[in-house]
């Protein structure tokens, strides 16, 4: 059973392009998350989808960020206009259920660097 | 609101044994415990839940006080893998969602 799958591991962008980042859950998980992992820090809590919907988004910037999920396909963490403020490793978690009490497992990550 | 783990650090030998512990000022559903490598991504160990239920490997021991809104996470006869910064996550209780709200992390280091 493939764990999380998070591409690209890697990802380098100029200040003002645009990071997409992607994520498929684990098989039969329909519930993911996302959180940022600043270098040196802990992980930040970003948002949390469900297939076609987005369930809490409190830990989105109000601005240039955006998620999606779609009904086929990876879920998708999308930053416009990056700065380097934004450089940091993006980690998606996924969960077999949203209501407290199920076990999240993440991903690899995806290490975004902004020059 | 961000949980605080302590110690902040330590070092052990081989062999030895550890307690990690996390406090919030909040009451809490759910704790959940991870370890991450350096570069790599947090690996799930632990949940404990309100109520007493947990979910988790089976050599590792962790404690939930629901009144004190404390856990803590007991590593025994430690070996060279356990090195790591290990992370509690926490659910609010009374919260919508499982979002987990990540602790300031303990730096393990298991020398030979």
């Known amino acids: 059973n493939a764990g999380v799958m998070q591409n690209p591991r890697h990802l380098v962008r100029r200040r003002g392009q645009e990071a997409r980042l992607r994520c498929s859950p684990m098989k039969g998980h329909s519930h993911v998350y996302w959180y940022r992992q600043l270098p040196e820090e802990g992980l930040k809590f970003m948002v949390y989808l469900q297939k076609e919907n987005i369930i809490d988004e409190s830990g989105m910037p109000k601005e240039r960020f955006s998620a999606e999920f779609p009904k086929e396909g990876p879920s998708i963490l999308r930053i416009q206009q990056v700065v380097r403020g934004d450089s940091a490793a993006y980690f998606c978690?996924?969960?077999?259920?949203?209501?407290?009490?199920?076990?999240?497992?993440f991903g690899p990550g995806t290490r975004l660097t902004v020059t | 609101q961000q949980p605080v783990q302590s110690p902040q650090a330590v070092i052990l030998r081989e062999g030895e044994d550890a307690v990690i512990n996390c406090s919030s000022s909040?009451?809490?559903?759910?704790v959940h415990w991870y370890r991450q490598k350096h570069g790599e991504a947090p690996v799930f160990l632990m949940i404990?839940?309100?109520?007493?239920e947990q979910k988790g490997h089976e050599k590792i021991s962790a404690s939930f006080n629901e009144k004190k809104q404390q856990s803590s996470l007991y590593l025994t006869a430690s070996q060279l893998s356990y090195s790591g910064t290990y992370f509690c996550g926490t659910v609010n209780y009374g919260g919508a969602t499982n979002k987990l709200i990540f602790g300031t992390g303990t730096l393990l280091a298991v020398q030979p």
């Open positions: 978690a996924s969960s077999p259920g949203g209501t407290v009490g199920y076990e999240q497992y």
């Open positions: 909040k009451a809490l559903y759910s």
């Open positions: 404990l839940l309100k109520g007493g």
